[in-house]
């Protein structure tokens, strides 16, 4: 039998190893910083939708289709088995139709949600194991494989898009992703290829965001706040809307110009710099440790002289 | 006339020959070329033109499809339907399109003429002539609980179809089954495919199936000796492809929610979705919703009331219950229903706040009694010679040295 190595060793050895692990994973945690720019810019590729809701009639067209392309059962949860209603985005439904209705005037509007596949999007920089990603043409997807459930994008989107499957064993995360399979096939997304009046349209980003401009600039006041939501929103959005009511109406929520994922490694980057936040921790408990060590050493002689046991620890 | 009639029977003629040694006008003619067009639109060459007039064309010069017409255990109602078309002229002209060489119900002769006229019919026209089977084949003990003229149906079957150059069977009974073979099935029925499985065969299911349907197919095969389009059950494309709640008239009321609880109720009146009655709608496919009967618009099961009992599917008709509400399997988001912008949470009630965070509590609570007691024993135990004697490895051996000491 080989001598066994003794604890110091042992205990050196765990250190060691674990430094370089920590190590390897602090450089590319410091790289991130410069990967998030406070304002991303849209690669010349990126692909977007523009979704008008003065155009919208609210026919839905868009939902089975989206649910036909994605192999998506209906949820019929809310009708008895008789419609797909789903009350919000879920694990059964990537794109809905919402109507907002104003509390007294006869006012109404429709707004079309999936995901926005942001510029620098949140759940990418949440994910801890890169299984979302921002893919080709700027589509953000999903891997399976690599997910494990802990449901970080599902907080940090501001959006509140990706959705967990809850009622299953082995759940999936559930959000659009640009039909990534039909772009790929030289196809447009389902829900912009079925829409029978042009409310939703597929283009390049810069594309659109044009048509965009123009439309609010051909008909100064009939758009709110005469903007595009989605330009500027949380860096930059790859859907675009056009609103006769106020964004925040419809479900849209106040973000700032500044890409989420910036916020978080500017927090990131101070707390990991130079591993100063864990050196921090970890000091912080040694001497907690120490003061506690030092206080049973002091009581040791006395509790072995009661007990007439030597002290164990 | 009727001389002449007899006469033209010995050879088959164009269809526009007969129509004119008939005397049909050619209005009438035209008719029916329209009601063609609307009832087998697509996927069939002979209606596939812009006008009657070119269809007419096309029809008037192929040769009458000679068709010999077989009844086994049915009800009639397949030969019924085609003579009930609305006008008189139009039955009349159906039967002068096709040259019906053998139907029992609508031949004058019986008897043993009857049968002469069919084994001639068989041996003139083998291998060209179109079979059209009403009616399930009973099979149980050898086919002996249906017999013509001393033969079993089976071997009726077996004779007249196998020598047919196409096999239609019309109607439910003779596409699978029908009533005959419902439950508890005491002959054994079956349909035309199951006793011809390698002939050329169109099902044509439904109790009864649209006449024009039936007369599409025999003109296609009549004019260029092809059979429509067919899908995994036999029936012809272009009159099964689509189900009947997709263009029911009454889908915006399902779309609405608007339900028939019961019948003769306010809903019932004023027309609505007759789905919770049992309609069979959502499962069954058949062009009966665009394509009525009797060419009056709204002659047909739901247009007066009565919910679908999805005739033209095996799996249903006389299987399912005929009220018997079923699972919609196609799904599509119905236009009136919006989800709100923030969707509803569900509310806890303070009750059951407050029940929770008492059960809290009272776990919190024994949990920190339960712990004092244990941890005055454990300070209890700690104590030498306060324990049982033989209470643990280091007590042992003071328990040993006691009564060592002692003795």
């Not at chain 2, 009864?208 to 599409?216: A, E, I, R």
């Not at chain 2, 009797?294 to 047909?300: K, L, Q, S, T």
């Not at chain 2, 609570?365 to 209890?380: I, L, M, N, P, Q």
Request: hydrophobic share 40%; with cysteine.
């Amino acid at each position: 039998m080989s001598p066994a190595i003794n604890r110091r060793q042992a205990l050196l050895g765990i250190v060691g190893l674990g430094g370089t692990v920590t190590g390897a994973l602090a450089v590319p945690a410091m790289a991130a910083e410069s990967e998030h720019p406070a304002h991303p810019v849209a690669a010349p590729d990126a692909v977007a939708m523009l979704y008008d809701n003065t155009i919208c009639t609210g026919c839905k067209a868009c939902m089975p289709a989206c649910n036909e392309a994605n192999g998506l059962p209906p949820d019929t949860a809310l009708s008895g088995g008789l419609w797909d209603v789903p009350a919000d985005l879920n694990s059964k439904t990537k794109n809905i139709i919402k109507l907002y209705r104003e509390p007294e005037a006869p006012g109404f509007a429709y707004v079309k949600r999936q995901c926005m596949h942001c510029l620098d999007p949140a759940c990418v920089t949440g994910c801890p194991f890169e299984s979302l990603k921002k893919s080709d043409w700027g589509a953000v997807t999903w891997n399976g494989s690599l997910c494990i459930g802990c449901r970080y994008c599902e907080v940090a989107c501001p959006f509140e898009v990706p959705k967990f499957e809850w009622d299953h064993w082995n759940p999936k995360i559930v959000k659009c992703e640009f039909c990534y399979g039909r772009l790929h096939n030289n196809e447009q997304p389902a829900c912009t290829a079925v829409c029978p009046t042009g409310a939703v349209i597929y283009g390049k980003r810069t594309d659109l965001l044009a048509r965009a401009k123009d439309r609010v600039a051909a008909s100064p006041g009939k758009y709110f706040e005469n903007r595009v939501y989605g330009e500027y929103e949380a860096g930059g959005t790859q859907v675009l809307y056009l609103s006769k009511v106020a964004f925040e109406k419809i479900g849209l929520p106040k973000l700032g110009s500044t890409s989420l994922g910036h916020y978080a490694t500017e927090v990131t980057s101070v707390i990991y710099k130079w591993l100063s936040g864990p050196i921090l921790v970890a000091c912080v408990l040694g001497a907690v440790i120490k003061r506690n060590w030092n206080r049973h050493e002091a009581e040791r002689p006395e509790r072995e002289k009661k007990t007439g046991l030597r002290d164990q620890l | 006339m009727f001389d002449s009639l007899v006469a033209s029977s010995k050879v088959l003629e164009t269809i526009d020959e007969r129509l004119m040694r008939c005397g049909v006008s050619r209005r009438v003619f035209l008719q029916l070329c329209s009601s063609l067009m609307i009832a087998a639109p697509f996927a069939l060459a002979i209606t596939d033109k812009k006008t009657p007039e070119e269809v007419a064309a096309g029809l008037g010069k192929v040769i009458r499809p000679p068709v010999i017409w077989l009844h086994f255990q049915d009800c009639t109602g397949c030969t019924e339907t085609l003579l009930r078309t609305s006008h008189p002229d139009l039955g009349d002209l159906i039967l002068n399109i096709i040259s019906l060489e053998y139907h029992e119900t609508l031949m004058a002769g019986s008897g043993k003429q009857a049968e002469e006229a069919l084994a001639e019919a068989v041996e003139k026209y083998s291998g060209k002539y179109v079979c059209v089977v009403e009616g399930a084949i009973p099979t149980r003990d050898k086919g002996i609980y249906m017999r013509l003229a001393g033969r079993p149906a089976m071997d009726v079957l077996a004779d007249v179809g196998g020598k047919a150059a196409a096999v239609i069977a019309i109607g439910s009974c003779a596409a699978w089954g029908g009533i005959p073979s419902a439950d508890p099935d005491p002959t054994g029925a079956v349909g035309v495919a199951d006793l011809l499985p390698d002939k050329a065969i169109v099902n044509l299911p439904g109790c009864p199936p649209n006449p024009y349907t039936l007369l599409g197919v025999v003109l296609q095969f009549a004019a260029s000796g092809t059979l429509p389009e067919l899908d995994e059950e036999k029936r012809p494309k272009f009159a099964y492809d689509r189900d009947i709640h997709e263009q029911c008239p009454r889908r915006a009321h399902f779309d609405a929610g608007h339900f028939v609880k019961q019948f003769g109720d306010e809903g019932h009146r004023e027309g609505w979705c007759l789905y919770e009655l049992g309609c069979k709608g959502p499962d069954t496919h058949a062009g009966c919703s665009t394509r009525h009967f009797n060419e009056i618009p709204d002659v047909w099961p739901i247009g007066i009331g009565a919910p679908c009992i999805g005739c033209t599917e095996k799996s249903i008709a006389f299987r399912v219950p005929m009220f018997k509400v079923i699972q919609i399997h196609t799904l599509a988001a119905p236009p009136s229903t919006y989800a709100p912008i923030i969707a509803p949470q569900g509310k806890v009630s303070p009750i059951a706040t407050g029940l929770v965070g008492l059960a809290a509590g009272a776990l919190a609570g024994a949990g920190y009694v339960a712990s004092r007691k244990f941890s005055t024993a454990e300070a209890d135990q700690s104590v030498p010679g306060s324990g049982p004697p033989g209470d643990g490895g280091k007590t042992e051996g003071g328990s040993k040295a006691g009564p060592k000491a002692s003795v």
